[in-house]
């Protein structure tokens, strides 16, 4: 069965400093990656997604994610973070041509400290 | 409208009690899905529509789920004789069908508490 782990339930930073948000998953076949964000009281946001194409993929907010397959991981990143990027972020899998459910990791809590 | 839109936003329930969650996609959209997101955890899928067609319910956690697209637009959550555990938050989710091209657009959640 596919599956998504996020191995940190929270993540602590400091205004500035380049964050990175832990993801790998578990498929049968070829994945849609997808990164969403949520903040306090609010839905999913959609950040970025993979799909095909390059590794190196770019989304809103600054952030961008790097496919890596042998890995089976797609982690988050962002070069210098700020308070304002403090919320919950989710890594989310869609199969490619079987099904159009998304699996949601856990979560991690990202925290920006000022 | 330009989101997907739910509501109530907030529903508090006695135990026992029949309870509807409404969401409204976006116009246009084929595809909706119905997500239950406990405190602290990631959304947990629970049943998906293309158009009115429900083509995988197989996340609803009991027969006292129930969920309904009628014409293909607007779909309802239905929780029978609520218990204290469907307490969550429930997300509804639209896509216009094999476009990934933005995810998929959710709606701010209806948080249910059951009393």
């Known amino acids: 069965a596919q599956s998504v782990a996020q191995p940190e339930d929270q993540v602590n930073v400091a205004e500035g400093n380049p964050l990175t948000v832990k993801c790998t998953y578990s498929v049968s076949g070829n994945p849609y990656l997808f990164w969403y964000v949520q903040y306090p009281n609010r839905g999913l946001q959609f950040l970025l997604k993979y799909i095909t194409g390059d590794n190196l993929v770019k989304g809103s907010y600054g952030f961008e994610a790097e496919f890596n397959k042998s890995q089976t991981s797609f982690h988050l990143k962002k070069p210098s973070a700020l308070v304002s990027d403090s919320a919950l972020y989710f890594c989310a899998v869609v199969l490619m041509n079987r099904d159009d459910k998304i699996i949601f990791g856990k979560g991690t809590r990202l925290h920006i400290l000022p | 409208g330009a989101g997907v839109s739910q509501s109530p936003r907030y529903k508090v329930a006695k135990r026992g009690q029949d309870v509807a969650l409404r969401c409204d996609p976006i116009s246009g959209h084929v595809s909706l899905f119905w997500y239950q997101q406990a405190l602290g955890q990631g959304p947990e899928f629970l049943t998906y529509?293309?158009?009115?067609?429900?083509?995988?319910k197989s996340g609803l956690p009991s027969d006292r789920f129930f969920a309904e697209r009628p014409e293909g637009s607007v779909s309802t959550l239905k929780i029978q004789r609520t218990q204290q555990e469907d307490s969550a938050v429930y997300l509804c989710a639209s896509s216009f069908g094999g476009d990934f091209n933005y995810g998929y657009t959710f709606g701010s959640g209806t948080r249910l508490t059951v009393v």
């Open positions: 529509f293309q158009n009115e067609a429900q083509l995988d």
